[in-house]
């Protein structure tokens, strides 16, 4: 009797054990996976290492920087350089690109009919459990909307949006204050001003706002950051919210606040 109750225990745990590396299995596949499709983009972007000659960035009304003077100065951003045409040829969710130099952020950004499709597919459409970047499916347009929310995954292999989690440091911060968001018409950078762990229930997400309720929100977001921002936003800044799952708690999210600083006529870009 005893024989088999040992000879059954065995081959549960046996089966357990069985189960557990198919999944640990399958979730590297899972990975593999993405790191596969999204390094197979890399070859429609280009990242230079230098800007050519700095244009002309002197205050004018054309120029949309003229309201934030300690932005002038020759700028050697490195702007990625994409490929949009051949990227919708792929997808045509694909609504822009976001790099924050010297980190594995470098992504396409996608925007569904809803914000549910690409927790789990990827930028090709095949599921995945790495999702893609995406734009919430409520926002316009990034550079339209006074708040825009931008969801990425917080992946075990440090991909999508784990490297937000870094800006939990002053240092790092400090080296990489800004996100750089890019479409077919236009440049931005997101000059980050805010970081922190949030509950869902919290205000870090919300899109609607009265004029005055907006300076409160602002204040508010603000004073919850895990960094000492270089700049902070006034209320006639768009706001764009990098947003990532976390583990500090059941639910738990973090959150990037920035605000939008549209480079599109500074570096020649197109405009719409």
Not at 237 to 259: K, M, N, P, W
């Amino acid at each position: 009797m005893r024989r088999a109750i040992r000879a059954i225990a065995f081959l549960f745990f046996l089966a357990v054990f069985g189960v557990s590396l198919w999944k640990v299995i399958d979730i590297q596949r899972a990975y593999e996976t993405g790191e596969n499709t999204y390094s197979d983009l890399q070859q429609f972007v280009q990242i230079p290492e230098t800007l050519p000659d700095s244009p002309d960035t002197s205050p004018s009304p054309m120029n949309p920087l003229h309201d934030r003077p300690e932005f002038f100065y020759d700028d050697d951003t490195p702007w990625p350089n994409v490929d949009f045409d051949a990227l919708r040829e792929i997808n045509p969710d694909i609504v822009g690109w976001i790099y924050i130099e010297g980190t594995d952020v470098n992504y396409p950004v996608v925007q569904g009919e809803d914000n549910k499709y690409y927790l789990n597919h990827l930028v090709d459409g095949k599921w995945n459990s790495s999702g893609s970047i995406f734009l919430d499916a409520e926002c316009t347009d990034v550079f339209t909307d006074w708040h825009s929310i931008i969801y990425g995954h917080h992946m075990l292999n440090d991909s999508m949006f784990s490297a937000l989690m870094d800006y939990k440091q002053q240092e790092f911060y400090d080296a990489h204050p800004v996100a750089l968001y890019v479409t077919p018409e236009r440049r931005a950078k997101i000059v980050l001003f805010s970081a922190y762990v949030a509950k869902p229930t919290e205000s870090a997400w919300q899109r609607e706002f009265g004029l005055r309720e907006f300076d409160r929100w602002l204040e508010e977001i603000g004073g919850k950051s895990l960094f000492v921002p270089k700049y902070t936003p006034n209320s006639n800044d768009q706001i764009v919210t990098l947003s990532t799952c976390s583990y500090e708690f059941d639910g738990a999210r973090f959150v990037v606040h920035g605000f939008l600083l549209d480079y599109t006529q500074v570096v020649g870009a197109q405009t719409p």
